[in-house]
């Protein structure tokens, strides 16, 4: 049985590498720290521990997350209208207001102290923008998380085939599928391609994932969340992440500067420096 994750902070072998790795890249205008890893696997952790340490060292720094980016729910209602159904459901490439990404970062080269998106999950839609937060004035680091955080597109081949019941059965055609590889071989370039750097927290394999999910579900649940997802509901939920996940997996370790091969305790198996 996979052991229950506890900690309230990332590995500190995890840690010291990325803060190391970050300090190289460190300039006196803007560095934009990328962090991708699957559901669950401890970005919002390690992206707190990794502010928290810029700032002990005079660095002001912020996080953002790709979730705090998503469209909001009206907006992916008419994609779904428009497109494929599947869009309703936040996640995938294509559901994310890549301008407003970009529109942030923007601001922060220019050393504002600049609005920091967020996104309200019990509500599946855009916090309003009283809820948001807002960044020191002259960051120098922005720690940019998300599960496909510097992913790049498949080549068409691969899509032809689902790779789970999901697609199999509500993407026959590969619609959604193609929308969402269109939409990283298209506008999530410019925001990705804004990275000075790119750390992969890589998961024992996708099988892992919905463990960890359930974790989060089980913690919501503890906590009194009177939202936790069913088990059939969280397998249905990272289907929808299944393919870029594994594709990250396999493509993204040979050029990432950093990355983390995890355990299923979320510790750090080995850490591969590029």
Known sequence: MMQQQTKQAPD????????????????KGLTVAGICGSQASGKSTLSAALVRRAAA???PAVSLSLDDIY???AEREELSRKVHPLLRTRGVPGTHDVALGMATIAALERGEAALMPRFDKGTDDRAPQAA??????GTRLLIFEGWCTGAVSQDAAELAEPVNGLER???????????ANNAL??????LFGRLDLLILLAAPGFETVYGWRSQQEQALHQRGAPQAMSDAAIARFIAHYERLTRHILAEMPARADMVAWLAEDRSARRIELR
């Open 132 to 137: 948001w937060d807002r960044a020191p004035p």
């Open 169 to 179: 059965d509500e993407d026959p055609d590969g619609t959604w599928r193609t929308s």
């Open 12 to 27: 500190p072998a995890i840690l010291e590498a990325a803060w190391g790795t970050i300090k190289q890249q460190l300039g």
């Open 57 to 59: 060292e005079g660095v």
């Open 71 to 73: 469209l909001t729910r």
């Open 185 to 190: 071989a298209g506008e999530y370039r410019a």
